[in-house]
């Protein structure tokens, strides 16, 4: 089994790198540790759930990590996809942070506190809308099941051993190499296997594949949708292509079968896939062929010509040619939010900002909230009057703007202050960018200098950064959580 190799390979790495972990993590004792709640009036994103403390400081690392892919209108799609579920769960906090990387194991997994992270490399297995609809369901269902808090109150004694492992699997998250593929549902940490109690138990995989269908039947879906989900890896695993989902996801054959419904769907809400769902395929399925150029390069192919055609532009641009070819441009569609986005960044690398700055007034026209279109006028511009970074970046928790929209604003902000020459502000949101990376030591340098040059006027932005540092901070020490890097 390929799984068996790879955990041989990194044995020896991964046992270096958990004695590390483990000297920071033994220093917290067992009587200090605070275990997360289950009381049903705590909101699973609030400050004060320590499961959403620990959650939150483990995604700020994994979004470090130089897998992570930015293409915006891929997680607009995604968190659409997800709304449609959440409204049917039992979530108080109905918000989900999202992550995807760029990465060559088929996995998907969560994160205590309602973060949820997609690999790019399953998506050549959810070749329909519903599959992938489906896997979101039962990702969201560990989340609503409590999961995480539920095994952790029953292993009080093994919660330093938890906290040792998803360290020792950042570690090698960070690293960027091959070993994290290897390591994929380390990375989630306590997501999804049965060994050492951190992993979800074949029972709470089961429960999580139950709670989803119900999510799909609320949501007129064909709940078979679950069934042919398994089936779909199931069938990649002869190939040798072993899904890392199918390795951590025990027993595929047995939960396929319990999967199986013999009661009709009531309504079948996809009845024609939506446009979008071959376009956020046809996305990940290029950043995926970048890995590996031999043997994916067959990914770029596509039945329909005016999602191929999408799929060489962006190719073109993420392989960094230049100049783009003029028709290729001209081709993409400015009515489908995918190229629309990639139009006005081709316009960009090509300094065609006149062009550039036609489409995203049209596009702002239509929508003068639409972040992705702000941000990307406030780089051609180089003003900051339009982004709406009071509420996007100034507060501890916003449960309307998601992280990725918010890097999109902080790195915009960047941009301005570095034109502008502004080198205590510049300093200031690079150390935002710093803490939302999982690096507070050197987030808590820039702040330091930028409050030696800074004016009373920057030197308020500058406290209101540091301050929403410090409460995260010490809701990390409350929650036992060692001090990050």
Do not use: C
């Given at each position: 089994?390929?799984?068996?190799?790879?955990?041989?390979?990194?044995?020896?790495?991964?046992?270096?790198?958990?004695?590390?972990?483990?000297?920071?993590?033994?220093?917290?004792?067992?009587?200090?540790?605070?275990?997360?709640?289950?009381?049903?009036?705590?909101?699973?994103?609030?400050?004060?759930?320590?499961?959403?403390?620990?959650?939150?400081?483990?995604?700020?690392?994994?979004?470090?990590?130089?897998?992570?892919?930015?293409?915006?209108?891929?997680?607009?799609?995604?968190k659409d996809r997800l709304d449609e579920l959440?409204?049917?769960?039992?979530?108080?906090?109905?918000?989900?942070?999202?992550?995807?990387?760029?990465?060559?194991?088929?996995?998907?997994?969560?994160?205590?506190?309602?973060?949820?992270?997609?690999?790019?490399?399953?998506?050549?297995?959810?070749?329909?809308?519903?599959?992938?609809?489906?896997?979101?369901?039962?990702?969201?269902?560990?989340?609503?099941?409590?999961?995480?808090?539920?095994?952790?109150?029953?292993?009080?004694?093994?919660?330093?051993?938890?906290?040792?492992?998803?360290?020792?699997?950042?570690?090698?998250?960070?690293?960027?190499?091959?070993?994290?593929?290897?390591?994929?549902?380390?990375?989630?940490?306590?997501?999804?296997?049965?060994?050492?109690?951190?992993?979800?138990?074949?029972?709470?995989?089961?429960?999580?594949?139950?709670?989803?269908?119900?999510?799909?039947?609320?949501?007129?879906?064909?709940?078979?949708?679950?069934?042919?989900?398994?089936?779909?890896?199931?069938?990649?695993?002869?190939?040798?292509?072993?899904?890392?989902?199918?390795?951590?996801?025990?027993?595929?054959?047995?939960?396929?079968?319990?999967?199986?419904?013999?009661?009709?769907?009531?309504?079948?809400?996809?009845?024609?896939?939506?446009?979008?769902?071959?376009?956020?395929?046809?996305?990940?399925?290029?950043?995926?062929?970048?890995?590996?150029?031999?043997?994916?390069?067959?990914?770029?192919?596509?039945?329909?010509?005016?999602?191929?055609?999408?799929m060489v532009a962006l190719h073109s641009w993420?392989?960094?040619?230049?100049?783009?070819?003029?028709?290729?441009?001209?081709?993409?569609?400015?009515?489908?939010?995918?190229?629309?986005?990639?139009?006005?960044?081709?316009?960009?690398?090509?300094?065609?900002?006149?062009?550039?700055?036609?489409?995203?007034?049209?596009?702002?026209?239509?929508?003068?909230?639409?972040?992705?279109?702000?941000?990307?006028?406030?780089?051609?511009?180089?003003?900051?009057?339009?982004?709406?970074?009071?509420?996007?970046?100034?507060?501890?928790?916003?449960?309307?703007?998601?992280?990725?929209?918010?890097?999109?604003?902080?790195?915009?902000?960047?941009?301005?202050?570095?034109?502008?020459?502004?080198?205590?502000?510049?300093?200031?949101?690079?150390?935002?960018?710093?803490?939302?990376?999982?690096?507070?030591?050197?987030?808590?340098?820039?702040?330091?200098?930028?409050?030696?040059?800074?004016?009373?006027?920057?030197?308020?932005?500058?406290?209101?950064?540091?301050?929403?540092?410090?409460?995260?901070?010490?809701?990390?020490?409350?929650?036992?959580?060692?001090?990050?890097?």
């Amino acid at each position: 089994m390929i799984m068996k190799h790879i955990f041989d390979i990194l044995r020896p790495i991964h046992l270096i790198l958990l004695l590390l972990v483990t000297d920071v993590v033994t220093n917290v004792s067992a009587d200090n540790l605070n275990l997360p709640s289950l009381q049903k009036d705590m909101s699973e994103r609030s400050l004060n759930n320590p499961s959403y403390v620990v959650g939150q400081y483990w995604f700020r690392r994994l979004n470090s990590s130089q897998q992570l892919i930015n293409y915006p209108p891929a997680y607009d799609y995604l968190k659409d996809r997800l709304d449609e579920l959440l409204v049917y769960t039992n979530l108080q906090n109905k918000h989900i942070e999202i992550g995807i990387l760029n990465n060559s194991i088929s996995n998907a997994f969560v994160i205590p506190g309602n973060h949820l992270f997609l690999y790019s490399d399953i998506i050549r297995l959810l070749d329909s809308e519903e599959k992938l609809i489906a896997l979101l369901a039962h990702e969201v269902a560990h989340l609503d099941a409590k999961h995480y808090e539920r095994q952790q109150q029953n292993s009080l004694q093994e919660q330093q051993k938890v906290l040792a492992l998803i360290g020792a699997s950042i570690a090698l998250a960070l690293t960027g190499s091959d070993i994290e593929a290897g390591s994929a549902l380390w990375l989630g940490g306590i997501a999804n296997h049965s060994e050492n109690t951190l992993f979800y138990s074949r029972s709470q995989e089961q429960e999580a594949d139950r709670i989803g269908k119900r999510y799909l039947q609320k949501a007129g879906i064909d709940d078979s949708a679950m069934n042919k989900l398994f089936q779909s890896f199931s069938k990649a695993s002869p190939r040798g292509e072993q899904s890392e989902f199918l390795s951590t996801h025990p027993v595929p054959q047995n939960r396929a079968s319990d999967a199986l419904t013999t009661t009709p769907p009531t309504s079948i809400l996809l009845k024609n896939e939506s446009e979008s769902f071959h376009y956020f395929r046809a996305t990940l399925l290029v950043y995926r062929s970048l890995l590996d150029k031999q043997k994916h390069s067959s990914l770029l192919t596509n039945s329909n010509t005016k999602v191929k055609n999408y799929m060489v532009a962006l190719h073109s641009w993420l392989a960094g040619s230049t100049p783009i070819p003029k028709e290729m441009i001209e081709n993409l569609d400015e009515n489908n939010p995918f190229e629309s986005y990639l139009k006005t960044q081709l316009y960009i690398k090509n300094n065609e900002y006149n062009n550039a700055l036609t489409l995203i007034q049209t596009k702002l026209s239509l929508n003068p909230e639409n972040i992705n279109y702000l941000t990307l006028l406030a780089q051609i511009t180089h003003s900051k009057n339009n982004l709406a970074f009071d509420t996007a970046l100034d507060t501890v928790l916003d449960t309307d703007t998601h992280q990725y929209q918010k890097s999109q604003i902080r790195d915009s902000l960047i941009e301005y202050y570095k034109h502008t020459q502004n080198l205590p502000l510049s300093l200031a949101y690079i150390a935002q960018q710093k803490f939302d990376r999982g690096k507070t030591k050197e987030a808590t340098a820039h702040l330091q200098r930028a409050k030696q040059l800074a004016n009373t006027e920057e030197l308020n932005i500058i406290n209101k950064i540091m301050e929403n540092i410090a409460i995260i901070q010490k809701a990390q020490i409350d929650a036992g959580i060692p001090t990050e890097q």
